[in-house]
T-cell receptor, first 112, second 114 residues
Framework: QKEVEQDPGPLSVPEGAIVSLNCTYSNSAFQYFMWYRQYSRKGPELLMYTYSSGNKEDGRFTAQVDKSSKYISLFIRDSQPSDSATYLCAMKVQGGSEKLVFGKGTKLTVNP | ETGVTQTPRHLVMGMTNKKSLKCEQHLGHNAMYWYKQSAKKPLELMFVYSLEERVENNSVPSRFSPECPNSSHLFLHLHTLQPEDSALYLC?????????????FGPGTRLTVL
């Protein structure tokens, strides 16, 4: 079983739709959970950062972490064509110098 | 220049060539990273430097040789590469290697090995 599983898509939605992106993981020691957004021909940029369980909201974006199910989600409300990108989940154990472990990324297209 | 910059943005090389990728961070960070991004695969961490010392080497073939002359610059020297090494090579930096610090990525170098 891979440490982090993420459906690569592609995912295509109409403008205004609610988008749900998900990752599952196997390492119960992960405590930091991140979502990166990567536009074509660009490097990833951090979108959301959550520590341990719970929800975090930032504008149209909501990140959820369910540690009991080893499942994280990113919701995008009122999706826009500018949200079209690849979304990467990433996670890390607490403390020390453990590396970030990434999912494969989900390619999202929001159609006008 | 701001953030993390990488040059060149695109590179095509033969298997017998020697080339170098350059990364520069303008953020005052202490840690720098090289990642490999291939299609349909997760980002693979290759090397980590913290305060100019290599702290992580993820079983990367010796045909990839990193160099960190100071905390702002990171190089990846390439020689006798294979076609399967074709990928996007991303540089990143963070405030420190340990802890919860965000990693900031450069735009990457798209490498094609013929």
């Amino acid at each position: 079983q891979k440490e982090v599983e993420q459906d690569p898509g592609p995912l295509s939605v109409p403008e205004g739709a609610i988008v749900s992106l998900n990752c599952t993981y196997s390492n119960s020691a992960f405590q930091y959970f991140m979502w990166y957004r990567q536009y074509s021909r660009k490097g990833p940029e951090l979108l959301m950062y959550t520590y341990s369980s719970g929800n975090k909201e930032d504008g149209r974006f909501t990140a959820q972490v369910d540690k009991s199910s080893k499942y994280i989600s990113l919701f995008i409300r009122d999706s826009q064509p500018s949200d079209s990108a690849t979304y990467l989940c990433a996670m890390k154990v607490q403390g020390g110098s453990e590396k970030l472990v990434f999912g494969k990324g989900t390619k999202l297209t929001v159609n006008p | 220049e701001t953030g993390v910059t990488q040059t060149p943005r695109h590179l095509v090389m033969g298997m017998t060539n020697k080339k170098s990728l350059k990364c520069e961070q303008h953020l005052g960070h202490n840690a720098m990273y090289w990642y490999k991004q291939s299609a349909k695969k997760p980002l693979e961490l290759m090397f980590v430097y913290s305060l100019e010392e290599r702290v992580e080497n993820n079983s990367v073939p010796s045909r990839f040789s990193p160099e960190c002359p100071n905390s702002s610059h990171l190089f990846l020297h390439l020689h006798t590469l294979q076609p399967e090494d074709s990928a996007l090579y991303l540089c990143a930096s963070s405030q420190d290697w340990a802890g919860r610090h965000e990693q900031f990525f450069g735009p990457g170098t798209r490498l094609t090995v013929l």
